[in-house]
């Protein structure tokens, strides 16, 4: 693994993703209280013992870049380093047209590095990964490409790049979201989803998004483009997730993959870590998320008066540091750092971000609340999604969303 150079690809707009993303990449998104999306798969890499990694950012990176300065670090004297890599318009009078031709401006990394092997990943998937099994699966077929694949119910799958293996495991042919999903080998009740996690061989890499760059026909995506060419004329393996095994996950645990590119996934996402028995468990240590910490103080519980209904309490929920909850009333919820909850105020299956004031009396349900944002007292958000469509954004499933810094009014 000496050889081997990961890029991960963190320059996604996240359209789907607004107004979460109306200020920053998709990857930069916080997720779970203390974490951004892009902590997740550099977790991955560096509990893998992966440690060169180059992170290409794109699109309104400012707040990914501060994070990765705060936390990101590895001692370079031992050739370690996370190094985001900002898009520069190296090949012409453009920027990134897909992930594929982000690779292709940044060949020269690959080439500076002397890597003979290149992992490629999304920057903006919730999962657990030993990316040294899929390594090791690459090596003994003597893969050309490697595509990390997830079985998923045929009936739900259509949504996916859908993959075709043979028995071997080799792939056979690859279809972007099918009406129809081919079976796996061995279970005709699942489809192979393609995860966006590929192992190249440097060479093929290289002569594949050089190809591709020079095709105006092309979209330039891994996905649609490069994949279901190189499957032809390559041996192109496909990695059964599944068979990936990480210390302290429990079985139910193993087959954790989202893609949270909508509102709703990405709320779907949170509450399910929340759960008493989650399904993706935070409380890992043996494969921890690493992220970086700002130097808080701790969680507050204060007022215990039930005779008034004036307690400060939290049930099925992750609390973070610098959080008070002053006499609210807190269920099924994630509170980033410095949230305040007011007296009297009630909070549930609800995500809100950092510095976020909660004033008394308040009554949220199902609502995303971004950063440095101030709720005046008796705000009810939720409850009446038809008026709360007149102010905010309400994703299809009915989750309200409020975005940074909003100023909100009074109710009267």
């Known amino acids: 693994m000496s050889n081997c150079l990961s890029i991960v690809l963190a320059g996604g707009q996240g359209e789907r993703l607004r107004p979460l993303t109306n200020e920053r990449a998709k990857p930069a998104v916080p ?35 501060r994070h990765m300065k705060h936390g990101w670090h590895l001692p370079p004297i031992l050739d370690q380093f996370i190094d985001p890599v900002p898009a520069q318009m190296r090949t012409g009078n453009s920027w990134y047209k897909g992930s594929a031709d982000a690779v292709y401006q940044n060949l020269h990394h690959v080439e500076n590095h002397h890597a003979d092997t290149v992992c490629v990943f999304g920057g903006d998937h919730i999962y657990r990964m030993d990316i040294r099994q899929m390594l090791m699966f690459h090596d003994r077929n003597n893969a050309d490409v490697t595509v990390a694949a997830i079985p ?36 005709p009740s699942k489809a192979l989803c393609s995860m966006g996690i590929y192992i190249f061989r440097t060479s093929i890499l290289s002569e594949a998004v050089r190809a591709d760059a020079e095709s105006d026909r092309s979209e330039h995506d891994f996905g649609k483009n490069i994949i279901p060419s190189l499957f032809r004329t390559s041996k192109v393996m496909v990695y059964n997730f599944l068979d ?49 910490r700002d130097t808080n103080p701790p969680a507050k519980f204060v007022f215990a008066d039930e005779a008034s209904d004036r307690v400060g309490m939290a049930t099925d929920s ?35 971000f950092d510095n976020v004031n909660v004033g008394r009396y308040s009554k949220i349900r199902r609502a995303i609340i971004d950063k440095d944002v101030d709720i005046p007292p008796n705000t009810v958000i939720g409850y009446d999604l038809e008026k709360d469509k007149k102010r905010f954004t309400v994703s299809p499933d009915g989750i309200v969303v409020i975005p940074k810094r909003a100023v909100l009014k009074p109710e009267k």
């Open 31 to 65: 997720f779970g209280g203390h974490y951004r999306i892009v902590d997740f798969v550099l977790s991955n890499l560096i509990n893998s013992g992966l440690h060169r990694i180059i992170v290409l950012t794109q699109f309104k990176a400012d707040s990914l870049l």
């Open 244 to 292: 990936n095994k990480v210390p302290g996950l429990t079985e139910r645990e193993r087959s954790y993959w989202r893609d949270v590119g909508s509102i709703d996934q990405y709320w779907q996402s949170s509450m399910d870590l929340v759960s008493v028995s989650p399904t993706f468990n935070l409380y890992n240590n043996k494969w921890p998320i690493h992220t970086a």
């Open 152 to 187: 998923q119910p045929a009936e739900s799958a259509s949504s996916f790049g859908i993959i075709a293996a043979g028995d071997d495991w080799r792939m056979v042919d690859f279809e972007e979201k099918p009406s129809h999903p081919k079976p796996m080998p061995g279970d």
């Open 318 to 352: 992750l609390v973070c540091d610098g959080v008070i909850i002053s006499g609210g009333r807190i269920n099924r919820s994630i509170l980033s750092p410095n949230v305040r909850i007011n007296s009297y105020s009630q909070v549930d299956e609800s995500i809100i």
